[in-house]
């Protein structure tokens, strides 16, 4: 029964994938100059099901100015094709490793706005406009690790040869999510195209930009960022040993941090299917980390002043395992911590294990609709009935009021938790929309976010997101 069960949750997460609108990916990695573009890329090959892939590109940063390692890359992929038929087994839709290693390209080995102009063309930029180009009205998210100068000179190109609206069109195309600016291209991007959809926490590592970069919360406990609040048994290299490194040649791959664990994965986390992610607006929060539109002031690590609004770095409210409340940018990704590395671990048994011998995350179910409506002073009523875990495991419940992701604006956060939940932990809860305390309008959205939590090895967490509107 227990592996007709697995077989059935096998087929209907096919169904899922398979009619679910991968985001399309392009990355920029700077890879080589340290080990954890390395580690971010072991990371996303576990989830190359999930991401519709169309570029892999080695590209300079002021780490690494004068080479680019797209070899690396291709050792990667190449241990992911060793496993990529186990994986296949447990979770459907994982490209092939010679279709990834067809998309492995490079950009110039040059730094920053060198590497732009005329005569200045490479393979990856190259691939980064053939993509643009696709007949495909999904936007293509451009994760970058390094150095953007390889999107810099599509741009570049495309705005030389083409008419204005052909270039708003590119444009309106790209989603891009920057680890900080690694050389000197990307303010030039956000200054020259004042459309491109940019995610980033400006700045360069010389100014100390790092420490106070929204990303260093995916694991800058002792160095980057100093996550008092997090769980940093979480992130180290024992950890990672035990959990991610001796699990088969993939894992043989993913080297020992120096300085932090993956300091890129933030720029594509948020494009995991998980339930809470909505890519599109990083003001919502999610495994990438929470970010707002505006144009942020001038700060001694900046390259240049900003021009224009970007998206860029907010605070969470969060509980820390110190029993204290941390308000800052960096909360908004390590208070997902356990669960995205949870997730990690058990994609790791993926490549190795049979299905019956791996755990698999719930798929939490909402009894209502995902949007609501109610009046100031009324119960609402939430329902994950019906909410199942392919492998039979029992589940946890966990309901939460997400104060920051929404607009509703309540002015008593005692405790960071400002509305309380009846039946917090019950697949069945409730709360009353405040109706005291609150500032004027006293309308705008409420987000309530249902984490369900089963209780296999490792516990693995998805979720649902219910959005209230409240009106007068």
């Known amino acids: 029964m227990r592996k007709l069960a697995a077989l059935a949750a096998t087929l209907l997460c096919t169904v899922a994938l398979a009619t679910a609108d991968k985001p399309r990916v392009f990355v920029l990695t700077d890879i080589e100059n340290e080990p954890d573009d390395a580690m971010s890329m072991v990371r996303y090959l576990t989830y190359a099901n999930q991401l519709d892939t169309e570029g892999l590109v080695a590209t300079t940063s002021i780490h690494q100015r004068n080479r680019v390692a797209p070899q690396r890359i291709r050792r990667i992929v190449e241990a992911y094709g060793t496993v990529r038929d186990n994986l296949e087994r447990h979770e459907s839709g994982y490209p092939t490793g010679e279709q990834l290693l067809a998309l492995v390209s490079e950009g110039l080995p040059a730094y920053g706005m060198q590497a732009v102009g005329e005569g200045h063309d490479s393979p990856g930029s190259e691939l980064l406009i053939r993509a643009i180009d696709r007949d495909d009205a999904r936007p293509i998210w451009v994760p970058v690790w390094g150095g953007p100068n390889v999107l810099a000179q599509a741009l570049w190109k495309i705005r030389a040869t083409r008419a204005p609206e052909a270039v708003t069109r590119a444009v309106a195309k790209l989603r891009v999510y920057a680890i900080s600016d690694q050389d000197d291209s990307g303010p030039w991007l956000r200054r020259e195209f004042p459309g491109l959809f940019y995610v980033v926490s400006p700045g360069f590592n010389a100014g100390g930009a790092y420490h106070h970069a929204t990303w260093s919360g995916i694991s800058g406990d ?125 994609r790791m048994d993926w490549t190795i294990k049979p299905y019956d011998e791996a755990n698999h995350p719930p798929a939490p179910r909402l009894a209502h609709a995902a949007r609501l409506t109610a009046r100031p002073g009324e119960r609402v009523a939430l329902s994950a009935e019906g909410t199942t875990d392919p492998d039979g495991d029992a589940v946890s419940y966990a309901w939460f009021y997400y104060h920051e992701a929404g607009t509703f604006p309540v002015s008593d956060a005692r405790s960071g938790q400002p509305v309380a939940i009846t039946g917090f932990d019950q697949p069945q809860a409730a709360f009353t929309v405040p109706a005291g305390r609150v500032m004027a309008p006293g309308t705008g959205e409420m987000h309530i976010i249902l984490a369900v939590t089963d209780h296999g090895v490792p516990r693995l967490t998805r979720y649902a997101r219910v959005i209230v509107e409240v009106r007068n």
């Open 222 to 346: 002792q160095f980057h960022a100093r996550c008092d609040g997090a769980d940093f048994s979480l992130v180290t290299n024992e950890w990672l040993e035990r959990n991610i490194r001796r699990k088969g040649p993939l894992g043989a791959e993913y080297p020992h941090w120096e300085y932090l664990m993956e300091g890129d994965t933030p720029s594509f986390l948020g494009l995991v299917n998980n339930g809470l992610n909505v890519p599109d607006r990083p003001d919502w929060g999610g495994w990438g980390g929470r970010y707002e539109l505006y144009t942020p002031r001038p700060m001694k690590w900046h390259l240049a002043p900003e021009t224009r609004p970007i998206w860029t770095d907010a605070d969470d409210e969060v509980l820390g395992i110190d029993g204290r409340w941390h308000d800052d940018n960096h909360a908004t990704i390590w208070r997902w911590r356990e669960a995205f590395q949870n997730d990690f671990a058990a």
